[in-house]
């Protein structure tokens, strides 16, 4: 008779498995790992991070986004939260270091009420009826302007902190100013506003175009360089001879059927040239190739000519102009082209632009981003992605909040009044809910060297009398946040402490981990459940599966 206690095996030899609350633990580990790592680039006081990546190139940044999208991290859980900070970027534009923070700690929190025996359906249910709760709070005491004023403190504050807040001003105002004119109906289109970097030089020599900058240089030189009240073109349509996908042979008897095919080209090129030549256009933008031949045609006839352009570009330029996008040489004529008032080709430091300016409809729009070297000019424009990022969301919402850690302040003490009108448990849930909400006037202290201890004591007595009550980190003083024009989206914290909830609750409803042997490899475990971080392996669980963490994150090694 066969033996009922032998353990019966349904996954591989090398399948390593967590259970129960070893999975739990080790996923919470990971989130706060993460948090940690990010948590010191957060506020106007916060430190770069340098991340090299395979290729030996360097990235000094204090943007969570690109650390986030830069470091090769490998253990699930805190892949999650990646995924869903990154998710953070698309929708709003910032706000991603506060995601990965608010869950990190979140998650520590859910971890004490788990340890002290709350089980975790109740923890979730919690933490759900404090979000439901949280979010209308924050419309509750948010404000509802979106002047220029109000956008430009809005983009200020987004850009204090970064590489760029040293022209803060300027920066500011050339954000605020291309949102405001690629706006439609209250929408904005950040695909319409185009950054281009150009090294060498100062930040301060940055400037917005009235109209569009293409980075990209005519075929020829010998081309008219300055055109006022120009044609334009945009064709999808090549002017050239490509290759077939199939291979084919022509027979050629005698010399002159040689020149007879040679010259039925040149027929067939020249019918494309005319074409654009008798549509009266002045410049033609082809976003795939033209043919040296007919480059020359058209160079001869005055046209300037651009090929292989992105289809960004040419997105901007027919916004911009109002011409239309031909697919069909056939279909290119006089009704087809656009105008500019002003066409002309200029080198900027050693990098040669086209300028599309006095455009009749110029919803697109360009900025010039100057800086001394490659390294200083992405740093920039990372600030200013940010910055258009709360500009364009204000402008869409018209809803803001104070900073300088104002509203997180309000939302303890709200959150805290709610759960004392909550019968059962889960008022414990929703006041360490509450309690989470710490970490960011903390952090805000913690990384300007203040005392966090007394500056957070100091901020909640302070907004007993005032909800705009913050942390001025520059002088280590409460003060009004709203006069002192330190604001930001009411958007970008709703779905910054909406998806920090959701990735929380995901991670708590793990308590199973299966990890296939091709996984371990990944994350560098080798046979004896040993990381490169140097962690110990977890205990052996039961049913004859040993342990070990996949994607261990103890420390930066296994993470990068």
Known sequence: MANVNQPIFILPEDTKRFKGKDALSMNINATKTLAGIIRTTLGPKGMDKMVTDSLGDIILTNDGATILREMDITQPAARMLVEIAKKQEDIVGDGTTSVVVIAGELLSKAEELLNEGYATPLVIKGFRDALAKSLEILNNISINESDRDTLKKIAITAITGKGAEFEKDLLSDLIVDAAIKVEENGDIDKDNINIQRISGGAVDDSFIVDGLIIDKSPISKNVPRDIENAKIAILKYPLEFKKTNTESKIKITDPSQMQAFIDNEQEMLKDLTDKVIDSGADVLFCQKGID????????????????RVRGTDIKRISKATGAKLVSD?????????????????????????TFLEECDNPKATSIILRGSTRHVTEEVKRALDDALGVVATTIEDGKILVGGGACEIQLIKELKNYAESVSGKEQIAILAFADAFEVIPKTLAENAGLDTIEMVANLKAANENSKFMGLNVYEGKIIDMKSAGVLEPLKVKIQAIRSACEACEMILRIDDMIAARGALEATGTDDSGNDDSGMPPMDEMGGGMPGGMPGGMGGMPPMM
């Open 292 to 307: 040296e031949t007919a480059e020359n045609t058209l160079r001869r006839a005055g046209i300037v000519s651009y090929k």
């Open 329 to 353: 040489i056939e279909d290119l004529d006089k009704q087809s082209l656009g105008e500019v008032g002003h066409f002309y080709i200029e080198k900027i430091f050693d990098h040669e632009v």
